[in-house]
């Protein structure tokens, strides 16, 4: 099971907004997405081997607090930001996701 939180970001710029909530060395991944979202559980699946190395946070584009997000991401969803920035869409790529959280893990050491 993922370590989830979840937070209202009601404007592109709160994605800085993980950092400060995270008691943790783990990075945050941000997905957004909405209910139902069959391509975000494909991506969540996907993410699994991943689990431990992350804290995942799910950002629901539909609610009116995140139109900013829905207005961005509306046709795109899933999205992926690590710590705050773009990293994908769509599609989980397993390969860029191995070589950000190395970095990630690097920076912390």
């Not at 783990?26 to 975000?40: H, M, Q, R, V």
């Not at 994908?88 to 920076?107: G, I, S």
């Amino acid at each position: 099971m993922f370590l989830l939180k979840t937070i209202p970001l009601s404007r592109p710029a709160a994605v800085q907004l993980p950092r400060l909530f995270s008691t943790n060395a783990l990075p945050t991944l941000t997905l957004f997405t909405k209910d139902p979202c069959p391509l975000c559980d494909d991506a969540k699946e996907e993410l699994e081997p991943f689990k431990h190395r992350f804290v995942l946070q799910q950002v629901d584009i539909t609610l009116p607090e995140n139109r900013a997000w829905f207005d961005r991401y509306r046709w795109d969803i899933p999205v992926f930001h690590l710590n705050g920035q773009f990293v994908m869409k769509h599609r989980v790529d397993v390969v860029l996701m191995e070589r950000l959280l190395q970095e990630a893990e690097a920076q912390k050491t």
